[in-house]
């Protein structure tokens, strides 16, 4: 089982809103904090965010919970694993036949 280090975390969060160009107290108005106060203790590891509001940052600042908690990003190959994993076979050949079409079908996006 791997752990986070709040303070790890906390780095994490004040690289990203800087170079997002937020300031604390901007990101902390985003997060509807009162002040910057509880996002300053945040970044300098004193206190933790609950699961929401690190989802929350994690979207405004258009990264992914696992980097800010690990400082790496999911693997591709995990993510496919996830979306596979627990289906029978049949399951697995329709998810692959729907893949696939939307693949061959990408274009229509542009």
Do not use: P, W
């Not at 945040?42 to 990264?63: D, N, Y």
Request: proline letters at 0%.
């Amino acid at each position: 089982m791997q752990y986070y280090d709040k303070k790890a975390v906390g780095r994490r969060i004040k690289q990203l809103r800087k170079s997002k160009g937020l300031t604390q107290h901007g990101l902390a108005g985003f997060l509807d904090y009162t002040g910057s106060r509880q996002l300053q203790r945040i970044e300098t590891g004193e206190t933790s965010c609950t699961v929401e509001k690190l989802m929350e940052i994690a979207q405004i600042l258009e990264t992914s919970t696992d980097f800010l908690l690990f400082g790496q990003e999911m693997d591709s190959k995990d993510q496919y694993y996830k979306v596979f994993e627990g289906k029978n076979s049949s399951q697995k050949q329709y998810l692959l036949a729907v893949l696939e079409a939307a693949a061959g079908n990408l274009t229509l996006l542009e």
